[in-house]
């Protein structure tokens, strides 16, 4: 099953500006990781956050976590067309998966030069 | 450093012919292995994972079936393909359940 839900479903935005993308999710996790796909090919992992923490950083990447909103966002600093990818979040939680990832429909970037 | 492959990249079936999809990892042992579908514009289902060699769990009921005869091999198969089987197939590793997972770079699989 899918929980993470990613908010919005396209962005489009010009070079240098920020993009921020959101995820949703619905019980109680772990983790929660970011990830990246460039269009027809497998996904990259960006970033993980665990449950105990609120923010992270990754370069140009702050991911962020509200545990009492179930949601965390995606803010990529000055964006560049290399950027141009669907993002996804996935969380841990699901008792009938195991160890399995539920992941969200994604969020698809435009980043125009 | 390890490394996932999946092959073939790309294929093109008739509906109710047979399906091998095959994936192999290197580099790491005894890793957790994926298998997902992704339907155009969609995200990701989980369709099989497996824990060790033998040990197949099913997300789905479908017309699909895993395999994992070696450590480091995960097999995605059908007898009779479906026209919904279509869709872009990706296989994935961890070491430890919950956390990074690593992809294989997918098999686009058109049913017609």
């Known amino acids: 099953s899918q929980q993470g839900e990613e908010d919005p479903q396209a962005l489009s935005i010009q070079e240098g500006e920020n993009a921020t993308m959101n995820c949703s999710y619905k019980t109680s996790i772990n983790n929660l990781q970011w990830y990246r796909q460039n269009s027809g090919r497998g996904l990259v992992h960006l970033i993980l956050?665990?449950?105990?923490?609120r923010e992270k950083h990754s370069g140009r990447l702050r991911v962020t976590l509200d545990t009492s909103k179930k949601s965390s966002s995606l803010l990529i600093t000055a964006s560049r067309a290399a950027d141009t990818a669907s993002y996804f979040c996935?969380?841990?939680?699901?008792?009938?998966?195991?160890?399995?990832?539920?992941f969200g429909k994604g969020t698809s970037l435009l980043v125009t030069p | 450093s390890q490394t996932i492959h999946q092959w073939p990249a790309t294929l093109v079936q008739p509906v109710g012919s047979p399906l091998s999809l095959e994936c192999t990892v290197e580099g790491t042992s005894n890793p957790n292995l994926y298998w997902y579908r992704q339907a155009a514009g969609r995200g990701l289902q989980l369709l099989f994972y497996s824990v060790g060699i033998g040990q197949i769990s099913s997300e789905v009921p479908q017309n699909l079936s895993a395999s994992r005869p070696q450590d480091r091999q995960f097999i995605l198969s059908s007898k009779k393909l479906l026209l919904s089987d279509s869709g872009f197939y990706l296989c994935?590793?961890?070491?430890?359940?919950?956390?990074?997972?690593?992809f294989g770079p997918g098999t686009r699989l058109t049913v017609l």
């Open positions: 956050i665990r449950s105990n923490e």
């Open positions: 994935a590793w961890d070491q430890l359940g919950g956390n990074e997972q690593f």
């Open positions: 996935a969380t841990d939680a699901d008792s009938n998966s195991g160890y399995a990832l539920n």
